[in-house]
């Protein structure tokens, strides 16, 4: 059974920077795909970020240019650094992975910015 672990969240002012960590139970190598996602309250999950296994990474328009997501094969772990927080970026955020079209979720990490 996978797990994922997240790790990082907390309160932050607007204009801060917070690093979340994402640590898996076994090797991520064995991942296509690792990713971060968020929901904020009333609304749906969305994608913020992800990264293959090769390191290539995708990002949602709002988070171009401020977040950074990576991957440490050795630590088994998958980190989203989170720079010019906005308020609109409060959300629980959740790991994910995916082996052979299967999703697997972390338990989420909240993260509130506060204006």
């Known amino acids: 059974q996978v797990q994922l672990v997240e790790s990082g969240g907390g309160l932050v002012q607007a204009g801060g920077s917070v690093r979340l960590s994402c640590v898996a139970s076994g090797s991520i190598f064995s991942f296509n795909d690792m990713g971060w996602y968020r929901q904020a309250p009333g609304k749906q999950r969305e994608l913020v970020a992800t990264?293959?296994?090769?390191?290539?990474?995708n990002y949602a328009d709002s988070a171009k240019g401020r977040f950074t997501i990576s991957r440490d094969n050795a630590k088994n772990t998958v980190y989203l650094q989170m720079n010019s927080l906005k308020p609109e970026d409060t959300a629980v955020y959740y790991c994910?992975?995916?082996?052979?079209?299967?999703?697997?979720w972390g338990q989420g990490t909240q993260v509130t910015v506060s204006s």
């Open positions: 990264i293959t296994r090769g390191g290539t990474t």
């Open positions: 994910n992975a995916n082996r052979a079209g299967v999703n697997f």
